[in-house]
């Protein structure tokens, strides 16, 4: 027995209740005996309709119950799977009036949901359709038909209780929403049977906070500006306007070496220190390249084509007594002028060497460099009036100085 058929047996059986109950209290008057005597018999037929079918229906499982969809649709596998099988011959055309698919749209949500008997649809925590009406196999009471592809279907709507004999009843549904929320189409699960509704419109997004705008000091122009507070960057902004204030600060000007005061706001590394420090005159000692002297200078003053930091430029040459051997001449030159294919340290190499063949190793003033002398024949003395004479001269002048001398001797007594 399917589920409507269970709903309305209960609601048969409550109205023989009611029925029996009111015709207890109207044994009095005939003519509502008569009145309830024909209500029960239409019911009694009724009942019969719903539930003994013919021989012809039973022998189909299709027409022998209510659902649409004989095992159900548990899930959407189950909608695709049943649509393509097709088992009764009719369920695609039904569920093409119902606007439902074998496979979803794109975006498209299925839910668990349920369906009740106040005729809503309820899916994603909320009231996603209203209005909701299922239609089955087979006509129960309030039921309506409609004809889909030639065929009759029956037509029952779920508002005001009449659709389920609990009223507090509700069925598991699968429910289809598209990707905004909206809702398309539901089946309910123990029987496959389509629900049409009315969409509720889904809860509008809420609408995104108003920017909160906050004041700011930006550091790099020192200018109070009004950002959005989510582009606060401490890197860039400070919350406290006082850092906008514009301030004095002492600095060395490196040009002048002085210290003076600027605005913050105008420091430019190429022209200013921030370390004082910098201002103080350096005094370095440096060799002056010129003069040879060592001399004290400004530590900026420094030019390495006319200083040298190495003081050991300044000191005075050491010099040597070397040979040139170009000029064959003893001289004195800086040690550091030494080339020994110009000088020799061996001053002899200045020495004249020995002229004759085989002695040039010698000293031009060597004894062995003195060349032989040829022996000649000794020359008799020559004897005439002119030597005579001369020595002559010379006995006169030498007895005159004897003399003299005597002379001198005897003034002196």
């Avoid at 109950?21 to 009694?44: E, H």
Wanted: a positive charge; aromatic letters at 8%.
């Amino acid at each position: 027995m399917n589920i409507y058929n269970l709903m309305w047996s209960e609601v048969y059986m409550r109205g023989l209740q009611n029925l029996l109950n009111k015709f207890r209290y109207a044994k009095q008057s005939k003519a509502i005996v008569a009145s309830f005597f024909v209500m029960a018999v239409m019911l009694t037929g009724v009942g019969v309709y719903q539930f003994n079918q013919t021989s012809v229906d039973a022998a189909s499982v299709c027409n022998n119950q209510n659902n649409i969809v004989p095992n159900g649709t548990h899930s959407y596998g189950d909608v695709t799977n049943s649509y393509n099988a097709n088992t009764c011959g009719d369920l695609q055309a039904i569920y093409n009036h119902y606007w439902i698919k074998p496979n979803l749209a794109a975006g498209d949500r299925v839910l668990d949901g349920t369906s009740n008997n106040r005729g809503e649809v309820i899916a994603d925590g909320r009231v996603v359709a209203n209005n909701a009406a299922s239609i089955g196999r087979q006509a129960i009471m309030h039921s309506q038909p409609i004809s889909i592809n030639g065929q009759t279907y029956y037509q029952t709507s779920h508002v005001g209780g009449q659709a389920f004999a609990n009223p507090n009843a509700s069925l598991p549904t699968l429910v289809v929403l598209d990707a905004a929320g909206n809702f398309k189409y539901a089946i309910i699960k123990a029987c496959g049977n389509p629900i049409y509704a009315t969409p509720v419109n889904p809860p509008k997004p809420p609408e995104p906070p108003k920017p909160v705008t906050i004041k700011v000091c930006e550091l790099a122009t020192k200018k109070i500006v009004t950002i959005n507070e989510d582009q606060f960057n401490p890197s860039l902004y400070s919350k406290n306007l006082k850092d906008c204030e514009e301030k004095y600060i002492k600095v060395c000007e490196l040009a002048t070496k002085k210290i003076v005061t600027i605005k913050e706001s105008e420091f430019n590394p190429t022209q200013y220190s921030k370390n004082l420090d910098d201002c103080k005159e350096v005094l370095i000692q440096v060799c002056d390249l010129k003069t040879k002297k060592i001399v004290t200078i400004n530590e900026d003053q420094f030019n390495p084509t006319k200083y040298s930091k190495n003081l050991e430029d300044c000191k005075t040459p050491e010099k040597m007594v070397v040979c040139e051997l170009a000029t064959k001449k003893v001289i004195t030159i800086n040690k550091d002028q030494f080339d020994a294919s110009k000088y020799s340290t061996n001053l002899k190499d200045c020495e004249a060497k020995c002229p004759i063949p085989g002695k040039e190793h010698l000293p031009a003033t060597s004894a062995e460099c003195e060349k032989p002398v040829t022996p000649t024949s000794p020359e008799l003395p020559k004897t005439g009036p002119e030597d005579i004479l001369g020595a002559g001269v010379g006995l006169a002048a030498m007895g005159l100085t004897v003399y003299y001398y005597a002379a001198s001797r005897r003034n002196l007594f």
